[in-house]
Nanobody, 121 residues
Framework: QVQLVESGGGLVQAGGSLRLSCAAS????????MGWYRQAPGKQREMVAR???????NYADSVKGRFTISRDNAKNTVYLQMNSLKPEDTAVYYC???????????????WGPGTQVTVSS
């Protein structure tokens, strides 16, 4: 019912920047936390950044100081500004959101299909 679609991925040189966006659509009553995860080849999926509906944030140590997560609650959209990118940031980046739909009493974890970020050295 709820769809998340990421955009903004691509190829960038080390030291460059990218801005990812993720918009949630469908029958949405409310959204709690939203976040970004990534999965590099041969690695487990890891949390990159999360943001609550009130704006509180958490970051993985590996991206702290370089990445910034934000959201626009009116647009059901979360962003990830990525600066000073490194080759080790190369991964598929996934958007997630905990969404409550009309008629539901609980939140469900939803995921986008992912967007590729490649950082060249």
């Amino acid at each position: 019912q709820v769809q998340l679609v990421e955009s903004g991925g691509g190829l960038v040189q080390a030291g460059g920047s990218l801005r990812l966006s993720c918009a949630a659509s469908g029958r949405i009553f409310s959204i709690n936390v939203m976040g970004w995860y990534r999965q590099a080849p041969g690695k487990q999926r890891e949390m990159v950044a999360r943001i609550t509906s009130g704006g509180s944030t958490n970051y993985a140590d590996s991206v702290k100081g370089r990445f910034t997560i934000s959201r626009d609650n009116a647009k059901n959209t979360v962003y990830l500004q990525m600066n000073s990118l490194k080759p080790e940031d190369t991964a598929v980046y996934y958007c997630n959101a905990d969404v409550k739909t009309p008629g539901s009493s609980s939140y469900l974890r939803s995921w986008g299909p992912g967007t590729q970020v490649t950082v060249s050295s």
